[in-house]
């Protein structure tokens, strides 16, 4: 189970932190994402840390984004800052509990479980 919090209401530049509660698996030995979609659009790998902590980032966010995970708090974290109007979007976590797959391979694809989205809104 995955329960994905923190999403809300910002100007351009500012900054969320989004988390991610993972239950049911070895935490500390799954790979996690964020994921986003648009109505209309498709969903768009954000980030994703695997069990080593090795991170990975789409282009679009790379020096804005920060993807940290907890394994004492099976949680994972996803600072947002500098954040514009294109990063609008319902956000969610997912969540790989074997951690096979590289992390560039989870960006593209998706994970194999997924938790409800949490809506990120930014102003202009």
């Known amino acids: 189970q995955l329960q994905a919090s923190g999403g809300g209401l910002v100007q351009a530049g500012g900054s969320l932190r989004l988390s991610c509660v993972a239950s049911g698996f070895t935490f500390a030995h799954g790979a996690i994402g964020w994921f986003r979609q648009v109505p209309g659009k498709e969903r768009e790998g954000v980030s994703c840390i695997r069990k080593d902590g090795s991170t990975y980032y789409a282009d679009s966010v790379k020096g804005r984004f920060t993807i940290s995970r907890d394994n004492a708090k099976n949680t994972v974290y996803l600072q947002m800052n500098s954040l514009k109007p294109e990063d609008a979007a319902l956000y969610y976590c997912?969540?790989?509990?074997?951690?096979?797959?590289?992390?560039?391979?989870?960006?593209?694809?998706?994970?194999?479980?997924w938790g409800k989205g949490t809506l990120v809104t930014v102003s202009s």
């Open positions: 997912a969540a790989d509990p074997i951690n096979y797959y590289s992390g560039n391979y989870y960006l593209l694809r998706g994970m194999d479980y």
